[in-house]
Each structure stands twice: as C-alpha cells, then as structure tokens.
C-alpha cells in the first residue's frame, strides 16, 4: 500500500520534474542566440575576409538569414531544430550535425573517463581523510585537494604531456583516432579534466562522511556490534554519498568547460574544441547549437540525478521536492 | 570605448604635440609599445588600441583608425604587393588610403614593361615616391616564417625562399622509415576548394594535389623545369601579346583521364570568372554552381585561352603583363579535369578533388586532420605513401610532438618556440621568406596624418631596428625599405631610409602647426 502511495508520487514527481526543465532549455536557447549577436565584428565579413564586396556580403547574409530580423532569426533556428537540422556551419561549410556526431563518443568518453578517475580517487581520498581525521593521512588528502584546485588545467595539462608522454612515453602526445575506442589517447587528458573533480569530490566526500560518522545511527551500529567495515561501507558510505553524487552530476557543465581546454591542449577533436574554434571563427550557429546541445545533456543529466535520488534515498520528500 | 582617430592639437601645458589612437591586432603588441615609447620622446602621444583580427580588419576597413599597424601579403608579382596602395585594387584600405595618380600610373605602366631593366628602374622610382609622400612602409619590417622538422625527415635544401617553402616539393621529402608522414598545421583550411581557395593553410595541401601551367619556384621565376608544371615549354611573342604552351604529353588525372589542352583552358576560364561572370559561365560550359574566382583580376590583362590543339594552349593577351606568371592566378593555377566536372558537377568534384599531382585526396575530417595518398602514377617518384596535415590549436602541443618524432613537420614555428627548436639535437629549424610586410599605415583621410609632415614627423622619431628587436626573434624579421622582398628581382636595396632624429620630428610638428 505505501508502496504504492510513493510509486504514484514519485510518478508525479519525475513528470513535474521533467516539465520543470523545458522552460530552462528555452531560456538556454534565448541566451545562447543573444551572446553570439551581442556585438562584435560582423560575420559575414569575418567569415569572407577582408577583400568581399558588398554583394557578396549581402548574399552571405541573405544564405544565413542575417539580414532578418532577430526575432526571425530565432524563429527559423528554432523551427530548424524541431525538425531535427541544426544548420550548417558557417565557418566550415558543413553540417552541424555532421560535425558534433563525430565528436560525441569522443567527448562523451574522455568525460565519462574523467568522471570515473575523478571518483574512485576523490571518494577514496576522502573517505581516507574522514577515518583518518586529523592525522598526517588527512592532511596530505587535503593538500592534494587543495593543489590539484588551484593547478590550471592548460598548465597541468602541458605538464602531463611533457612528463608522461614525452619524457616517459606512457602515452601519445595528443591525437585520437575518432569513433568509440582509443582510450590510451584519452587518459592523460581525462586525467587532467578529472583531478580537478576529483579535489572538490575528496572535499565534499571528507565532510559529508565525517558529518556521517556522527550520527546516532552510526553510533548504534557500532554498539550493535557490527564490523568496522559494515559500519563504514554499508552505513557511512551509502549516505554520505548522496551529496557527493548531485555534486559530480551537477559539475557536468563545468566539465564541458574544462574539455575546452583539454582537448586543445590535447589537440583532441571534441565538442569542446569544436565550440571555441566556432566561438574564434564567429560561427554563431554552430555555438548556439552547440551551447544549446551542451545544456540539454545538463538538465538531462541533472534530471536523472534527481530521479535516481528519489530510488537511491526514498525518505526524500518528493512533496517538498515539488515545491 | 576609446572614439578613433585625432584627439586634436593639444592645449600648451601638455606634455605632447598630439595624441592619437593606433590600432593593431593583438599580435603585434610588443613591437607597438616600442614604436609608443620612442614616439612619445618626439612628442607624439599613440594611444594603443589592441583588437582582436576580426574586429580589427573591420575597424581598418572602415577607416575608423587614422594610424594602424598591420600586414600585407600579396603574390610575388611586385604590382601585386604595392596595389594595397593604388585606390580600385581590393586592399586599396589596407594600405592607408594612400592615392596618387602618378604613383597608380607608374606601377601599372612598370607591368607593362617587358624590359627587367626597364620595369626595375619604374618600381623604384614609385618606391621612392611612397616613402617620400606616405612614409608607412618607412616602418615596414618583412615576415619570414620559421618552420621546424624532425631529424628523421630529410628535405631537399634549396627551396626555402619560394612561395611555399619546402612544401613545393612535398614528393622528394624522405622519411627514415616509411611511413605516414605527419604535418601540423596551427591554422585549417579556409576554403578548401581549388579555385576559390585563398588562403595559405588551404594551399599547403591543395597545391600538392594539383598541378600548375609553370610553376614559379624557385624565387619567383617561372619555369617548366619544376616536377609539378605541366608545361613543357612556352613561348611569348615579340609583342608580348601572345603566349604559346607546350603540355607534356601522358600526364593523367587521379581518375585516370589524361591532362590535355582543353583542361588547361577550363581552369584558366573559371578561374577568369569573378562574382559578376558566373551567368557568361554557364553558358560557355554546362555547369552549374560553378566556384567563384577570387582571382580574375590576375588575368586583366589577358583577352582569352584557346585550346588550338591537344597538347597547345595559346593565351592571347589584351595588353601586356610582364608579371602574369607572378601573379595568384599562376602561382596558384590548380588544373582541374574538365570532363569530369562537367559530367558530375562542382559538388560532387569538391567532394573527390581530383588533381594530377603528386599527392590523391583521401579524405578531410574538418577540425581533425586531412590526409593525402601517394600518386603511384605520379610522372616522378614520390617517396612518401600517406601525407596527414593535423590541425592544432595550441603551439606548445605540437613542439612537444614534434621533438618526440610524432610530428615530423611544422608549416609555421613563432618566435619563443624557433629559439627553443635551435637548441634541439633532433629538430631541424629553418626561416624563410614570405610576402608579407607589416608595417604602419597612415590615413590620409584623418588628422593628424592627414598632414605628410606628421607622417614624417613619426616616421623620424622611430628607430625600426630597435622596434625589430621587440619582436624576440630578430631572425624571423628584417628591417627593409621597400614591400617587395629580398628574392624578388624587383627588390632594391638603395632606397631612401629615414634615420631617427627627434630634432627634426620636433620641427616638422611645429611646421604642420603643432605646439608642445
């Protein structure tokens, strides 16, 4: 019968959730459409160079709807996209969706690798540094912490390559073949996408655990009877991880950022470099589209943290969440 | 935001003559601060406007600056690196709003001069006359592009100072072992297209999958002798009005049709057609969505190409143009197979680019890398089996690749990472010469500058030497007096040269009116 009762409510609660999200993607289309125009050289002449003439300026606006007005302009992208084209790149002459479905299993591996890296390294550290609070153990934990947020990644990144790439040879110096696959080339650069995740996770996991570990029920666990070890993985851990996984869903965004910087570094043909060379080259339609792209998989992701949530703790009151 | 141009004749408390915004790109701040500090000394006061490229062309194009510093790369005819100062040619903005007649006159009639002697003695009197009456090429400093390469890469010696440095003869590179040979490039393809490409990083690829009529290396000459012109032998006229090509025989396209006349005549037709010819162009050939030429210009002076048999193509000229060899139109000449085109369409040809050189297009990820394969056909041997351009966006990557032998050659090389590179045992680095000049470009449309004794005023308070040394890299530039590079046969060495001399920059700002 309960059961029931929060099946039906968590029903309720996934569909409020997921309506919740759509106002967000269009605020997101209207931002990413604005940047791009806000000022600026002129595309038409950055894209035709210095010597076009007028009329060749003309019809390259009137090819890319330039000379309409913003409110067309916004209207034709966005009945473009219900329909499934994202247009052509302005810079590249190409599909967009050519070009970002060539980058997706990169990206999307060199992330979910970083993901992984930064993970298994935070939590350890943190549940490291919370058992072994205020020891010498704990205070490398945080310095680690510490250093890897303060290290910028095109710094870091230059560094990995010189030392485990060129001087040692560990890996290739940057490339990646394309497609699924090729995770040799991805590892150095997901390494540095992910050590910086990984400080804030070591943080988070650190706090989260310590404040954990002196709750009653931890404590009558104990008296209970039960091994260290069950108290720590089965009771610490599960609910000191609650936090810790909203915060690596909702870093998503910020790792798109980071892999801006990553795969030029790396010269690795991702979504990020793909979104900076357009952001340099003025190609206004390929940034909105993929600024646009971006924030869908963010609010996707962040919604199924939610919903994942509502199954991993179900005291979450979804009626509070509603509200 | 800084408004552009003159801030006007200052009251007398101030500290300067006048004050007054120059714009440059953000490339070219360290050498501008300089020109800012001795400037200064003479009490001329330039604010500097650093702009990103694009905001900058724009803000050039439209004249807002009444002072910029820029560059200027034209092909190697001489007219073509001095029209940016002749108004009604393209980049007529680009090169300060300079306008004399006399000056346009005498460029045009040295073109028409077939006597080397002749048409030297014309270009050095209008070189003279522009550093007499505009000055901005006082401060030209020439480009020369550094480029590095990998011990195991062995390059023929000697074409360093041609268009495209050692990349014109890609087909004679030997790699240690055989395998793919690795190129990077900072810079992609702008428009990867045979005849409408313009741009340098197109051409590092294209050119080695096309052929040209005659090629122009080495040093601007043309000749036959190169492995990738497809002429024989020509002959020009007395009159320099009528130009006979002999094409070698047996030369094949990658599809496997053979190189004839007619081709030649197709491409040298498209590539006549400009924006304005594209309907005269389909109703000579059946071709739709044809490519426009940026180009046509370059054959202004020709009145049409007739295929007159197989193998023989003759160029009947209008007026004589002792540079048409030099110019983009030649030095660029990709032959393209006519038949296929028009049995398949422009699309679908930009799609394969077919060619007849050395290397077949394989294939372009865009953002990736674009990779050639060796022409087992090719009239000449070619030693290397798979070219890759891989494209970068960060310098530091591709130095750390190439010292670890992943890359074997780099197109460009800045001044830090060239200094470094020397110091490498396993990196080869070499400088070559471009076309580009950069230099500071007067408006002579805009106070102060408006006025030449302002613009000798400046051009007398620099010292270029010391402006060169702010670049780092005293080997990648050079302080020369005129646009037209050293390996032209048009260069001279003896033009006017203005010393610094602060005095006389004081006087000639008092001369024009000016008051400290």
Do not use: W
């Given at each position: 019968m309960l059961e029931k009762y929060i099946e039906s409510k968590r029903k309720r609660y996934i569909i409020k959730r997921a309506i919740r999200t759509i106002p967000v993607l269009i605020l997101a289309t209207l931002v990413a459409f604005m940047l791009m125009r806000a000022g600026g050289a002129d595309p038409a002449r950055r894209i035709l160079g210095p010597e076009a003439s007028q009329e060749a300026l003309q019809e390259f606006r009137e090819t890319h709807g330039l000379d309409k007005p913003l409110y067309m302009q916004y209207y034709d992208w966005m009945s473009g996209i219900l329909r499934g084209e994202l247009g052509t790149s302005?810079?590249?002459?190409?599909p967009i969706s050519d070009l970002i479905w060539y980058r997706i299993p990169i990206t999307f591996q060199l992330m979910g690798l970083s993901m992984v890296i930064s993970s298994v390294i935070g939590i350890s550290m943190g549940i490291l540094g919370a058992l072994k609070h205020n020891t010498w153990i704990d205070y490398l934990a945080t310095i680690q912490s510490l250093f890897w947020r303060s290290i910028p990644s095109f710094w870091a990144g230059t560094i990995f390559l010189l030392l485990?790439?060129?001087?040692?040879?560990?890996?290739?110096?940057g490339g990646h073949p394309g497609g699924w696959g090729g995770l040799h080339y991805l590892i150095l650069p997901a390494f540095v996408l992910g050590l910086r995740l990984q400080a804030i996770i070591a943080r988070l996991t650190r706090s989260s655990m310590l404040s954990v570990l002196n709750r009653d029920y931890i404590k009558s666990a104990k008296t209970k009877g039960l091994t260290k070890h069950r108290v720590i993985f089965k009771h610490g851990l599960r609910n000191a991880l609650i936090p810790v996984v909203t915060v690596i869903a909702m870093r998503l965004p910020w790792l798109f950022g980071g892999a801006m910087i990553t795969e030029q570094i790396f010269n690795i043909s991702g979504m990020g470099r793909l979104l900076l060379t357009g952001v340099f080259a003025r190609d206004f339609i390929m940034v909105q589209s993929l600024v646009l792209i971006i924030t869908m998989i963010t609010v996707i992701a962040n919604l199924c943290a939610d919903i994942g949530y509502t199954f991993v703790d179900p005291r979450i009151d979804l009626e509070t969440e509603e509200e | 935001m800084a408004v552009a141009g003159l801030t006007g004749c200052?009251?007398?408390?101030?500290?300067?003559y006048l004050e007054t915004t120059l714009y440059l790109d953000d490339r070219h701040t360290d050498a501008m601060t300089v020109v800012q500090e001795q400037a200064r000394e003479a009490g001329i006061d330039l604010e500097l406007r650093v702009m990103e490229w694009g905001d900058f062309l724009e803000a050039v194009e439209e004249g807002e600056p009444a002072i910029s510093y820029g560059g200027w790369s034209g092909s190697p005819s001489a007219a073509d690196i001095l029209s940016p100062y002749m108004p009604g040619a393209g980049f007529h903005w680009w090169g300060g709003f300079y306008e004399n007649d006399d000056f346009t006159d005498l460029v045009k009639e040295a073109q028409r001069t077939p006597d080397d002697e002749e048409r030297w003695e014309k270009y050095r009197e209008a070189q003279e006359m522009l550093i007499e009456e505009d000055m901005g090429v006082f401060v030209t400093d020439i480009l020369r592009v550094g480029r590095a390469y990998h011990e195991t890469l062995e390059i023929p010696d000697e074409p360093w100072d041609s268009l495209h440095g050692p990349l014109e003869v890609l087909h004679q590179w030997e790699l240690e072992e055989e395998e793919t040979l690795e190129i990077a490039q900072m810079r992609e393809p702008d428009i990867f297209c045979p005849i409408e490409h313009g741009d340098v990083p197109s051409q590092y690829s294209l050119m080695r999958i096309y052929e040209s009529l005659v090629s122009t290396y080495p040093e601007g000459e043309p000749t036959t002798e190169a492995d990738d012109a497809v002429a024989e032998s020509y002959e020009i006229s007395d009159d320099g009005l009528l130009y006979t090509f002999e094409i070698e025989e047996g030369i094949h396209f990658h599809n496997g049709d053979e190189l004839t006349a007619e081709d030649v005549e197709f491409t040298i037709n498209t590539m006549m057609m400009g924006e304005d010819e594209t309907e005269e162009y389909q109703d000579m050939y059946d071709v739709e969505e044809n490519p426009i030429s940026p180009r046509d210009a370059d054959f202004d002076a020709v009145d049409y190409v007739e295929?007159?048999?197989?193998?023989t193509l003759e160029m009947h000229m209008e007026e004589v143009d002792a540079e048409i060899f030099q110019k983009g139109g030649f030095v660029d000449m990709t032959i393209v197979p006519k038949d296929y085109i028009e049995e398949n369409g422009w699309e679908d040809f930009q799609d394969e680019q077919?060619?007849?050189?050395?290397f077949e297009f394989s294939h372009y990820e865009i953002g990736d890398e674009l990779v050639l394969e060796r022409n087992e056909d090719y009239r000449h041997e070619v030693n290397i089996p798979e070219v890759t351009y891989d494209f970068y966006d960060e310098e530091s990557t591709i130095i750390t690749a190439l010292r670890a032998g992943d890359v074997h050659f780099t197109v460009t090389v800045s001044g830090d990472n060239y200094l470094d590179l020397q110091d490498e045992d396993q990196v080869i680095t070499n400088a070559y010469q471009t076309t580009q000049h950069n230099r500071l470009a007067f408006n002579h449309e805009k106070e102060p500058f408006d006025d030449v004794n302002v613009r000798k005023a400046l051009a007398y308070a620099l010292d270029v030497e010391e402006i060169i040394k702010a670049r780092g890299v005293e080997e990648l530039y050079q302080n020369q007096r005129s646009p037209i590079l050293e390996a032209h046969p048009t260069h001279h060495d003896e033009l006017p040269q203005y010393e610094q001399d602060i005095e006389m920059a004081e006087e000639l700002l008092e001369e024009a009116g000016y008051t400290r």
């Open positions: 302005v810079r590249f002459d190409q485990f790439a060129f001087y040692l040879g560990l890996f290739p110096i | 200052i009251e007398e408390e101030d500290e300067y295929a007159t048999e197989e193998y077919i060619g007849s050189g050395p």
